[in-house]
């Protein structure tokens, strides 16, 4: 890689590269991989100890699907992350992206849609979803979701895992533990159902993770669609008979705006 000291050197090694791949392949319910390690140590804990407090975020959601805050402004942010963001986006990073998931041609974007930066405090949690498939203006497909999580300390007990579910059986597959330094990639679907599980943590401690998304050309049998919540088998009826109501009106009227020229307020 063009600079060593963004990444660990030993994830790029032939042999790791041949094992991610065979790991990301075999996954189910969809393919997705860990790896642990992933940033050189000292951009990993600058990352940390820089990251903004969780009221100085941009965008706060709150909401009957998730509580969780977002911002993508890195101006006045360490330069670490600017560092970071455009070390993910450089060609030589891409084309190990394309040679563990074998999917390509990959494209960044260059906003809030593109990549950023989440945060969650005590309550905090991500309803189980598949992600908005297309950009708005760009008119890309999103097919990769890269998360990087920067948690020196987390406890089993806290929650805060990323949890993958199995959309036909409608139950979870798998919860990644959102520990320091661990990425998680996962190929975007209409069969990638993720969620981050409600966090419980001590006043002084939040989830934090950096994300960025990575685009392919638009498959021309491909419609756009907006985040499509799905309820846990534990809901409340309530919120089983509310959830797809507001889904679906939120889909139509932002499917509206695509289709008179609007785009920009999507964004």
């Known amino acids: 890689m063009d600079n060593p000291a963004v990444f660990n050197h030993c994830i790029f090694q032939n042999d790791n ?3 991610y791949r065979k790991s990301f ?3 189910l319910p969809f393919r997705f991989i860990t790896i642990d390690n992933f940033l050189d140590p000292v951009l990993a804990e600058t990352l940390f100890r820089s ?5 100085a975020m941009k965008t706060h959601y709150t909401g009957i699907n998730e509580r969780k805050a977002e911002d993508s402004n890195f101006t006045n942010l360490d330069k670490s992350f600017t560092t970071l963001h455009e070390s993910l986006s450089s060609p030589p990073f891409i084309d190990w992206l394309v040679s563990i998931t ?7 974007i260059h906003d809030r849609l593109g990549y950023g930066l989440h ?12 992600d908005y498939n297309i950009h708005p203006s760009e008119k ?6 890269f998360i990087l999580f920067l948690n020196p300390e987390w406890q089993q007990d806290w929650g805060g895992f990323l949890e993958l579910w199995d959309g036909k059986e409608n139950k979870r597959a798998h919860a990644i533990a959102p520990l320091f330094n661990r990425i998680a990639i996962f190929e975007c679907s209409e069969i990638s159902y993720h969620g981050c599980s409600r966090i419980k943590v001590p006043a002084h401690i939040t989830r934090k993770s ?3 998304y990575y685009f392919t050309p638009v498959p021309q049998h491909i419609r756009y669609h907006d985040t499509i919540f799905r309820t846990k088998p534990e809901d409340p009826l309530l919120k089983k008979a509310a959830v797809p109501i507001k889904d679906f009106l939120k889909n ?3 499917k509206s705006m695509m289709t008179i020229g609007l785009k920009k307020f999507l964004k």
């Open 17 to 19: 590269i041949s094992t």
């Open 25 to 27: 392949d075999n996954a």
């Open 51 to 55: 990251f903004p407090a969780l009221g």
């Open 102 to 108: 074998g999917i390509k041609p990959l494209h960044t």
């Open 119 to 130: 945060q969650g405090g005590n309550g905090s949690f991500l309803d189980v979803h598949i």
């Open 140 to 145: 890309l497909h999103r097919k990769i979701n």
């Open 210 to 212: 950096y994300y960025q």
């Open 252 to 254: 139509s009227v932002k």
